[in-house]
């Protein structure tokens, strides 16, 4: 990697033993900075999108707030894609770790809450 090589131990010693173990250290930690470029890469892809859901959840609020017919609808379509998204999950948990179900039940049980408010207080 890059180009290092190691010495040869018997022809330069403890100073070779020092440079080989260093070179190691350097591949090993070289592989971790890349790992943690990729790890840094997707965090900020998934913040980037987390930030115009917040964006878009905020501007829908105001909008609500207002009684505007197009936050009614912008609402309703987020919460639809957060029952389509959590309610498999859901299933998947109680299938297969009943003690886990608890976990993808709250964004259900608050997105059937959240549809039936916008239906029942906005008809």
């Not at 260093?22 to 790890?39: M, P, T």
């Amino acid at each position: 990697m890059g180009g290092s090589h190691n010495l040869d131990i018997q022809k330069y010693g403890l100073v070779a033993l020092l440079a080989n173990a260093a070179n190691g250290v350097g591949s090993v930690l070289g592989f971790f900075a890349g790992v943690g470029s990729w790890v840094l890469t997707v965090l900020s892809v998934v913040l980037f999108a987390l930030v115009l859901l917040a964006t878009a959840l905020y501007f829908t609020g105001a909008g609500l707030a207002r009684r505007a017919a197009w936050a009614r609808i912008v609402a309703g379509l987020i919460f639809a894609g957060t029952l389509l998204v959590c309610a498999p999950v859901l299933v998947f948990t109680l299938t297969s770790r009943p003690a886990l179900g608890v976990i993808p039940a709250v964004p259900v049980g608050a997105s059937v809450y959240a549809l039936w408010v916008l239906v029942r207080r906005f008809a």
